[in-house]
Antibody, heavy 121, light 111 residues
Framework: EVQLVESGGGLVQPGGSLRLSCAASGFTFNNYAMSWVRQAPGKGLEWVSG????????NYADSVKGRFTISRDNSKNTLYLQMNSLRAEDTAVYYC??????????????WGQGTLVTVSS | QSVLTQPPSVSGAPGQRVTISCTGS?????????VHWYQQLPGTAPKLLIYGNNNRPSGVPDRFSGSKSGTSASLAISGLQAEDEADYYC???????????FGGGTKLTVL
């Protein structure tokens, strides 16, 4: 059974930093790309960042480019999101999601339960 | 404002059929990228409902179906049930943004 368990969320002041983790199990982690998707309170889903199975091919939404860094440790089956220079608008539930490729593009077939990040003074 | 446009809400009575539209552009759906759909029950994480425009993952009832044409896609739910009350999101890839994009979400109310 595929399981994705996020951790590391919490309350942080504007301008601060936080590192999220996502522990994966139930599939061959290094064979799959992964992504972070966030959802602000009462709002829709927003893709944040993605990374290839080997750790290369990272990409970011314009809203977080230059502030967030995605990485993975395939020896620990863990995905990370380092978030720096946090802003109030980064307040959201952050989900990690397993990404599966098709010939027509990728979809997110498994999601974690999410971890809440609140940026406030 | 989301790259993919969905109606904010739809509603229907039990047993009825409803459809949710998802409109994109020439850099995403119109460029040939697949559309995928997710169901988010209140207080839970999103769940994959339809992938590759019209394919259902194992365990998803055949009451749910998807289609795609041109720059738009649709999710149809037939035989509406109370447990279908949730938020529904479409998703695709956008070549101009070089990233994955979601619709703004549609809240389905079962009357």
């Amino acid at each position: 059974e595929v399981q994705l368990v996020e951790s590391g969320g919490g309350l942080v002041q504007p301008g601060g930093s936080l590192r999220l983790s996502c522990a994966a199990s139930g599939f061959t982690f290094n064979n799959y790309a992964m992504s972070w998707v966030r959802q602000a309170p009462g709002k829709g889903l927003e893709w944040v960042s993605g990374i290839g199975g080997s750790g290369g091919n990272t990409n970011y939404a314009d809203s977080v480019k230059g502030r967030f860094t995605i990485s993975r440790d395939n020896s620990k089956n863990t995905l990370y999101l380092q978030m720096n220079s946090l802003r109030a608008e980064d307040t959201a539930v952050y989900y990690c999601a397993k990404r599966t490729y098709t010939s027509g593009g990728s979809y997110f077939d498994y999601w974690g339960q999410g971890t809440l990040v609140t940026v406030s003074s | 404002q989301s790259v993919l446009t969905q109606p904010p809400s739809v509603s229907g009575a039990p047993g009825q059929r409803v459809t949710i539209s998802c409109t994109g552009s020439s850099s995403n759906i119109g460029a040939g990228y697949d559309v995928h759909w997710y169901q988010q029950l209140p207080g839970t994480a999103p769940k994959l409902l339809i992938y590759g425009n019209n394919n259902r993952p194992s365990g998803v009832p055949d009451r749910f179906s998807g289609s795609k044409s041109g720059t738009s896609a649709s999710l149809a739910i037939s035989g509406l049930q109370a447990e279908d009350e949730a938020d529904y999101y479409c998703q695709s890839y956008d070549s101009s943004l070089s990233g994955w994009v979601f619709g703004g979400g549609t809240k389905l109310t079962v009357l």
